[in-house]
Structures are given as structure tokens and as C-alpha cells.
């Protein structure tokens, strides 16, 4: 069965960088996009962007370009997720999702999510 | 960029009523194929599908989920409220450069 699992919560320092994990079993990674969506407290599911796992290729939020990058290597199944920058606004859960490809490009499976919280 | 309108902001109704939500997209969608999807989400758990292309019921939802409309106005509809039902609902536009959810609708279940 497919399953995204996601590396442990972080603490970050603001200014700090933060690189998030997304293990993917069950499916063959090179063959799904992989899109990273957050959410910060008390506030609703925010798009960050997306990695084609077999190119490399990404597409970016607007608003997270140029602090997002977002990597994979196919050799261990994973994908990464690193934010810098970062600001106490940043303090969210990150989920990795793959996306269902196909016509429809809806998301159907989710990472656990990872915690990161930006505090000094 | 689309923004998607969610309405209400809450809705708080008995277990058997029906639960009409509205996702108001800025401007149409992209394409004919209406790219629009419903997700449910709940406390501590990862978002779950449950409608894509505006109107599609993704595999294992029941069929009292339904999705309805095209280019800017779109519905889902809970027809009989179950307890498990509670919780943020989000319409999401897809593809094919952007995915944008709308702010969510929390449903509480009396």
C-alpha cells in the first residue's frame, strides 16, 4: 500500500533553514509528482509547491519562491523539503502528498505531516 | 491566481440534516473538466478526498457525498449528517501550474 512518511517535529531559531523528509513506499517515486502543502495554527491548507521526482523539475508557490527548494533523491524513495529564512509565521505542520496524476491532478495520499516550529 | 470563497465559515447541524457548502472560485476555472476537489479534514489526521472533478466521488466515499456545479460556483452536499462528519471541508482548485484551496468550512455536529 502507498505510504509517505515523514521525518520527526524540528525546532528552528528564526533566520534558520529547515529540511523536511517524505519517504515514499508502496508506488515507485519517479512516477508521481510529490507537492508539499502546510498548515500554521488555527489557519487553513497552504499550497508551497511541488517536485516532479523524475526530472527534478519544481513549481513554486509565489509566495515561497526563493525560499523553498524542494529535492528528492530516487535512490532511497525521498523527497525534501527545505525552507529558509525562516520566520515565527512559519511555525506550521508540513505535509508531503503525492499527486494522482493522470487528467485529474487531485492529491490522494498524504504524508503524517511534520511539526516545525520557529521560536527563539 | 484563482482565490476560492468557502461559505459559510461554520455550520453546526444535528446528525440526519443535509450540509450544503459553497466554494466560490474569482474567476472560472481553467478548464472545462472543472479541476475542483473536496477534502475532508479532521484533528490530527491527514486530509481525506473526497470529490474530484467537481463532481466525481473519489473510491470508498459514501454515496450521501456529492459534488456539484462548474466555472465560479461549486457545492458539496452532505445529504445525512453521520457524527463522524465533523470537521474542516475545503474545495481545492488543481492544475495545471497552481493548487489553491479555499479557506475551509467547519462543520460541527450538535
Known amino acids: 500500500q502507498v505510504q509517505l512518511v515523514q521525518s520527526g517535529a524540528e525546532v528552528k531559531k528564526p533566520g534558520a533553514s529547515v529540511k523536511v523528509s517524505c519517504k515514499a513506499s508502496g508506488y515507485t517515486l519517479t512516477a508521481y509528482y510529490m507537492h508539499w502543502v502546510r498548515q500554521a495554527p488555527g489557519q487553513g491548507l497552504e499550497w508551497m509547491g511541488r517536485?516532479?521526482?523524475?526530472?527534478?523539475?519544481?513549481t513554486y508557490a509565489q509566495k515561497f519562491q526563493g525560499r523553498v527548494t524542494m529535492t528528492r533523491d530516487t535512490s532511497i524513495s525521498t523527497a525534501y523539503m527545505e525552507l529558509s529564512g525562516l520566520r515565527s509565521d512559519d511555525t506550521a505542520v508540513y505535509h508531503c502528498?503525492?499527486?494522482?496524476?493522470?487528467?485529474?491532478?487531485?492529491?490522494?495520499?498524504w504524508g503524517q505531516g511534520t511539526q516545525v516550529t520557529v521560536s527563539s | 491566481e484563482i482565490v476560492l470563497t468557502q461559505s459559510p465559515g461554520t455550520l453546526s447541524l444535528f446528525p440526519g440534516e443535509r450540509a450544503i457548502l459553497s466554494c466560490r472560485a474569482s474567476?472560472?476555472?481553467?478548464?472545462?473538466?472543472?479541476?475542483l476537489a473536496w477534502y475532508h479534514h479532521k484533528p490530527g489526521q491527514a486530509p481525506r478526498l473526497l470529490i474530484y472533478?467537481?463532481?466525481s466521488r473519489a473510491p470508498g466515499i459514501p454515496d450521501r457525498f456529492s459534488g456539484s456545479g462548474s466555472g465560479t460556483d461549486f457545492t458539496l452536499t452532505i445529504s445525512r449528517l453521520e457524527a463522524e462528519d465533523f470537521g474542516v471541508y475545503y474545495c481545492q482548485e488543481y492544475g495545471p501550474s497552481s493548487w489553491t484551496f479555499g479557506q475551509g468550512t467547519k462543520v460541527e455536529i450538535k
Open positions: 474567476q472560472g476555472l481553467t478548464s472545462s473538466l472543472n479541476f
Open positions: 502528498v503525492r499527486e494522482s496524476g493522470g487528467i485529474h491532478d487531485y492529491f490522494d495520499y
Open positions: 517536485i516532479n521526482p523524475n526530472t527534478g523539475g519544481t
Open positions: 472533478g467537481a463532481s
